[in-house]
């Protein structure tokens, strides 16, 4: 079959014929119809999280099975199915508390096996991490919500515990960043956005945030301003140093800085103004994907018309394609906002 393979850091990866996907025994294989372009792609292949070379890159998909192993009970051949990044064990204690996003015995396609930018992608454990696609949800849109979208719901919803009325911050506005948006808005709050890039605010704006210039003002008392006296949450959705910090001080005591963006390499320990955080109580939460156990809620929303995934998906791309769009995540802005899907059987 078809996929994309990176076989040394920051090498251009290339389309190559490989090994068709074994199916788990108690797993399933995923004919797959797309599959997000991440961030968190561009860190593994840069090398920032190190992952067993050659790599297939690709965690956000969405697709039908179509391989069943011997030991699954709920699902069959056909069945359209979307996967949370984080692929459980099922069988730790983590697991059992409902917990699988921090399961110590995951793995993750893409970063510890090969992952879903190719024409199948095997997923273990199937009766814990398969989440079944809406008929009325296309599969691209589907793709968005196993990384940017279910980790934004979850930020916001549990982490955050963001109320109507009360007061969102969202620092950068790529697909993490819009996806808190859009459900920052859902939920009724009132949502003020950042993004260096004009046409990522833009989108922002679109989509109901108040959007500021993190170039042309002191972002954190602009947002406090806007929020009268701060956000109750922040979220940091790029994984810098300065939108971390950004993001606490624009908080109003009490308030929650959720952190999505990743903090990896030379920026894996980042100064916090942790003098603010002890004066005024803050707290500082990371997140880090969703259970599939937890999509229903999210996909009630998104059936009813509260959410629309996709809206965030502005560019389909297929296999030949993916490489470069890979290396344009490296250059803020290139990629464009929203989220690229890759459709592997394109051409």
Do not use: K
């Amino acid at each position: 079959m078809d996929a994309v393979v990176y076989r040394a850091y920051g090498e251009l990866p290339q389309v190559e014929d490989v090994v068709e996907p074994a199916c788990p025994a108690d797993g399933v294989v995923v004919e797959v119809a797309a599959t997000g372009v991440c961030r968190s792609d561009w860190h593994a292949w840069q090398g920032h999280d190190p992952v067993p070379l050659p790599m297939v890159p690709g965690h956000e998909l969405a697709g039908t099975v179509a391989e069943v192993g011997a030991e699954v009970a709920g699902w069959s051949v056909g069945d359209r199915v979307t996967v949370p990044f984080v692929v459980a064990c099922g069988r730790c204690a983590w697991c059992a508390a409902g917990e699988q996003q921090v399961c110590p015995d995951q793995v993750q396609p893409g970063f510890t096996y090969p992952g879903s930018w190719a024409e199948r992608v095997a997923v273990p454990a199937a009766d814990t991490n398969l989440v079944r696609v809406p008929d009325g949800l296309a599969l691209d849109a589907a793709a968005a919500l196993g990384c940017r979208f279910a980790t934004s719901y979850r930020a916001l919803t549990v982490h955050g515990d963001l109320r109507p009325g009360q007061h969102l911050a969202v620092h950068g506005c790529g697909g993490v960043g819009l996806s808190a948006v859009m459900i920052g808005v859902a939920l009724g709050a009132h949502v003020v956005a950042t993004d260096l890039d004009p046409a990522a605010r833009e989108a922002a704006r679109a989509l109901g945030a108040e959007v500021l210039d993190p170039a042309a003002v002191p972002v954190a008392d602009v947002v406090r301003d806007a929020t009268g006296g701060g956000a109750h949450v922040s979220v940091d959705a790029v994984g810098s140093p300065a939108t971390a910090a950004a993001s606490v001080r624009s908080l109003r005591r009490r308030g929650r800085h959720v952190q999505v963006g990743l903090l990896l390499g030379e920026h894996a320990a980042p100064p916090l103004p942790m003098d603010v955080v002890v004066a005024q109580e803050l707290a500082v939460l990371g997140s880090h994907g969703m259970a599939a156990h937890e999509y229903p809620a999210m996909l009630d929303l998104v059936t009813a018309g509260a959410l629309d995934p996709a809206t965030l998906v502005t560019r389909r791309i297929g296999l030949a394609e993916a490489p470069a769009a890979l290396a344009a995540l490296g250059t803020p802005g290139a990629a464009g906002p929203g989220i690229t899907v890759v459709v592997p059987g394109s051409v």
